[in-house]
């Protein structure tokens, strides 16, 4: 029977007490939420997995009145038992093949554990470091963060094929084709929308988006997820423009339902329903269901007012039926999708898929290319042959190197920096001493041995960083330095006067300016997950190279923020002249700009920054004098290896229009490519623009690309400071 005729027949059986409860999720193994199942009130799970998710699975298959399978929700964020770089790392790699082969392993590993459904890509859009959870997402960037989050929704779901950046609109859906075939889960792009742009990066803060500023920033990333084929979205915790995202009609039925034409369904996050409450918005449970049920959320996460009130509401004639016979309906959809009416265990994937060499290759291998390689002064790739000693709170941290969101996560099979340098340089000459206790610690009492360990090695390689507790949901920061007496410990170590080499393990960036003096080389390897540590030998011993660009921008002072690449031009741009106050210089009278005074108004690191062991020219950007926007152009440039060894870079296009109906921003990341050259070598880099590549939302809300001058270059970094623009004058 057609997916569609089964669905009218479930629905023509369904007691409204049944269709309500296919609207909600509950969580954990309990025998009350087995007994809830069993009479046909929970549709989903979360939070059981192994045999306890069979074991529910069993019970609404076989005891429920109409045998509807559950979708058996779990975190599965950036890897299962073996762990991923953390998605932040994931998307410093620029490459979203790392990505979707992150996904594809995670999903074989979560699917064998009988969950079906994962909550993930995260793709808010983060600009703000303070805030915990740009742990989990994709960066500061729209475009970046739509081809990383496509990808991870094809790895997920089981796309057949793989995505370009550009790929024709035709892709849609393209993530679908192997729903319901063994290792495929289905995707949850979340947290729709605008959650990263919390005030003060303080979770779960109000956003305030004005609406082109929602379509051109934090929307495209989910219609790039939705385009890709994603099943699910999740509403966000926020309060958006003073209406929660998890009771707001207008990105839910308006964007996502209608404009976009998204047939899957919408779960809530944890509670956010029933919190519309506190954020002063709905006055009790019934409201709040009344709320979300009409915004367009489907089901309702933990929290139980779609059970309790939907059918007294009904009664009240304020719900109307067709909204809770459209959200059963797509959930119905899915659920069928995943073929779980016909195999509501995938019983082909057996546990012992968990870990194997296959999935730690690809662990090691997203951990090689999401390293940012961020200050070299000659001393990577490490040639000694002396010994190397290893200290800091993060050498040998091996729960901390999986980050936030690992809860699943083999903490025992996981490879920490100490473990890496052993294996590479055999374990006789790597000497450990952690210097802290741990990485928030201020007990000083191991800096002697610490001393001691550096100078008997010929090179030091510091491991410094944030633990995971310090990352993730609901941990945000306020200071963004290295914590505890982490930088104290570099100043005794420093004191031996050997080389250092400075790989700090974060969730976010840092501020790193007051340590960059002190080392000789620093490798950003964000929290690199299972197989961290070969990954980061094999980048310092130049085994690999590092080929990570960032996909935030790193502040020089939390009091910068919000600092990123894609901001407007104002009308008193800072004169390149400025940096800063330094101590004594006299402070320019006729300074009206927009910076601060009291420190450089650039960012420590762009966007788009990284470096590699080798280095690269870019030629100047060529395009056509002027073009039609509708019908697109094409956009080269040469670039050369100029170095002494085989290396990768990225190449990052970027436009800005001078001028619009519109204020557009200084610059706009429309499309990037990683390209590998011998010594020597110079390529040609061809990148073709659509319409849609060049429009954005203009003053009257229109998706239009003005006939306008556009400057483009094709660069290594968002400075676009390495290439010399091409203006076209678009028609
Ligand atoms: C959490 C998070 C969300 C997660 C959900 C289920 O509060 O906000 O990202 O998927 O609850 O754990």
Redesign the pocket.
């Given at each position: 029977m057609k997916t569609d005729a089964r669905i009218e027949d479930l629905m023509s059986r369904l007691t409204l007490e049944e269709k309500i409860g296919q609207l909600w999720q509950v969580t954990g193994a309990s025998p009350e939420n087995q007994e809830l199942v069993r009479q046909g009130k929970v549709g989903s799970v979360?939070?059981a997995i192994g045999a306890d998710a069979i074991e529910f699975q069993r019970i609404a298959r076989e005891e429920s009145r109409l045998g509807i399978p559950l979708i058996i929700?779990r975190?599965v964020?950036h890897g299962f038992r073996t762990v991923m770089p953390i998605p932040l790392a994931q998307a410093a790699s620029w490459n979203p093949a790392v990505a979707r082969e992150g996904a594809r392993v995670a999903a074989h590993e979560a699917a064998a554990m009988a969950i079906n459904w994962t909550?993930?890509p995260?793709v808010d859009i983060a600009r703000d470091p303070r805030w915990g959870r740009i742990a989990?997402s994709c960066g500061e960037d729209p475009c970046l963060a739509a081809a990383m989050g496509a990808a991870m929704v094809e790895g997920f779901q089981g796309s057949a094929c793989a995505t370009s950046l550009h790929g024709p609109r035709s892709q849609r859906g393209r993530a679908r084709r192997r729903l319901g075939k063994p290792g495929s889960i289905a995707a949850?792009a979340?947290?729709y929308v605008g959650y990263g742009a919390a005030e003060g990066g303080r979770d779960y803060n109000t956003t305030l988006i004005p609406e082109r500023t929602l379509r051109n920033i934090y929307l495209p990333s989910f219609l790039g997820c939705v385009e890709a084929g994603v099943v699910s979205l999740?509403s966000a915790?926020n309060e958006l423009n003073d209406i929660p995202a998890s009771g707001n009609a207008f990105t839910l039925r308006q964007v996502l339902k209608k404009e976009w034409k998204f047939d899957g369904f919408v779960v809530s996050?944890?509670t956010s329903i029933t919190e519309m409450i506190a954020h002063g918005y709905c006055a009790d449970e019934a409201e709040a269901a009344l709320a979300g049920l009409r915004a367009g959320v489907d089901m309702e996460?933990v929290s139980a007012s779609y059970s309790t009130h939907l059918a007294r509401l009904l009664e009240q004639g304020r719900v109307k039926p067709e909204w809770i016979d459209d959200a059963v309906r797509r959930i119905l959809r899915i659920k069928l999708m995943l073929g779980l009416f016909d195999r509501p265990i995938q019983p082909e994937i057996p546990a012992s898929v968990i870990l194997p060499e296959e999935h730690r290759a690809v662990a090691r291998q997203a951990a090689l290319e999401s390293c940012v390689l961020l200050k070299n002064d000659g001393a990577l790739p490490w040639t000694g042959k002396g010994h190397v000693a290893v200290i800091g709170p993060l050498a040998d941290a091996a729960r901390d190197q999986l980050g936030c969101w690992a809860f699943d996560g083999d903490v025992a099979a996981a490879r920490t920096v100490v473990a890496g340098l052993r294996e590479a340089l055999g374990p006789d000459r790597v000497i450990h001493s952690a210097g802290l206790p741990d990485a928030r610690s201020s007990d000083r009492s191991g800096f002697p041995a610490a001393l001691a360990a550096a100078q008997q090695a010929e090179a030091v390689v510091l491991a410094l960083g944030e633990d995971a507790a310090l990352s993730g949901?609901a941990h945000c920061r306020a200071f963004l330095g290295l914590p505890g007496a982490q930088e104290a410990l570099i100043d005794a170590v420093h004191a031996s006067g050997k080389p250092i080499l400075a790989v700090v393990l974060a969730g976010r960036p840092l501020t790193v300016g007051g340590i960059l003096p002190k080392v000789n080389a620093l490798l950003w390897a964000w929290h690199p997950g299972t197989m961290g540590g070969p990954a980061i030998a094999d980048l310092l011993l130049g085994r690999a190279e590092p080929v990570g660009r960032l996909p935030v921008t790193f502040p020089r002072a939390a009091g910068q923020i919000p600092l990123y690449y894609n901001q407007k031009n104002t009308g008193r741009p800072p004169r390149t002249e400025q940096h800063g106050a330094p101590e004594g210089t006299p402070l320019d009278p006729k300074d009206f700009t927009s910076r601060y005074m009291d420190v450089d108004y650039r960012p420590e690191f762009p966007f788009g920054f990284g470096l590699g062991y080798t280095t690269f020219a870019f030629g100047p950007t060529q395009a056509p004098a002027a073009a039609p926007a509708a019908d697109g152009l094409q956009v080269r440039a040469t670039v050369t290896n100029t170095g002494k060894r085989k290396g990768a870079t990225v190449a990052q296009l970027y436009i800005r229009f001078l001028s619009g109906t519109a204020a557009r921003p200084v610059r706009e990341l429309k499309a990037f490519r990683r390209v590998t050259l011998d010594p020597g070598e110079t390529a040609d880099v061809v990148f073709d623009l659509g319409f849609d590549d060049l429009a954005a939302w203009s003053a009257d809300m229109t998706w239009d690309a003005e006939p306008r001058p556009v400057q483009i270059w094709i660069a290594s970094d968002s400075t676009g400071a390495d290439a010399a623009p091409a203006c076209v004058q678009l028609r």
């Open positions: 979360l939070n929700g975190d964020i909550f993930a995260m989990e949850c979340k947290h999740m915790f996050d944890w996460m949901e």
